[in-house]
Nanobody, 118 residues
C-alpha cells in the first residue's frame, strides 16, 4: 500500500518559515520524481517545486529564491523549506510521487494546510 504522509504545515506570520516533510512508504522512493503542489481556495492546483530521482530541482517563479526542495532517499522523505512566507503562499500543500516508466505511477498525499497571516 502506497502512502505519502505530509507534515509540518501550520499558521505562520508573513516573513516566517516552515518546513514541510513528506514520508513515503510502499514505493521504491529513490526512482520516483517528487514534487510539492499547492491549491488555494478557488484556484487550480499548481506545482510549487519538483526534484528528480537524480536530484535536479525546479521551482515555480513565485517561490524561486524563497523555497527549497530536497530529498533524503535513505529516509524516503522529501522536504520543502519555505522561507520569507507571504500571505499568497496560503494553500493546502500536497506531496506527489511520479514515476515515468513502462507503467506510469502517480501518487498523492492527503495535503497539509499552510496559512500565512498576522
Amino acid at each position: 500500500q502506497v502512502q505519502l504522509v505530509e507534515s509540518g504545515g501550520g499558521l505562520v506570520q508573513p516573513g516566517g518559515s516552515l518546513r514541510l516533510s513528506c514520508a513515503a512508504s510502499g514505493i521504491a522512493f529513490s526512482i520516483f520524481a517528487m514534487g510539492w503542489y499547492r491549491q488555494a481556495p478557488g484556484k487550480q492546483r499548481e506545482l510549487v517545486a519538483g526534484i528528480t530521482s537524480g536530484g535536479s530541482t525546479n521551482y515555480a517563479d513565485s517561490v524561486k529564491g524563497r523555497f527549497t526542495i530536497s530529498r533524503d532517499n535513505a529516509k524516503k522523505t522529501v522536504y520543502l523549506q519555505m522561507n520569507s512566507l507571504k500571505p499568497e503562499d496560503t494553500a493546502v500543500y500536497y506531496c506527489n510521487a511520479y514515476y515515468n516508466g513502462i507503467y506510469d505511477r502517480n501518487y498523492w498525499g492527503q495535503g497539509t494546510q499552510v496559512t500565512v497571516s498576522l
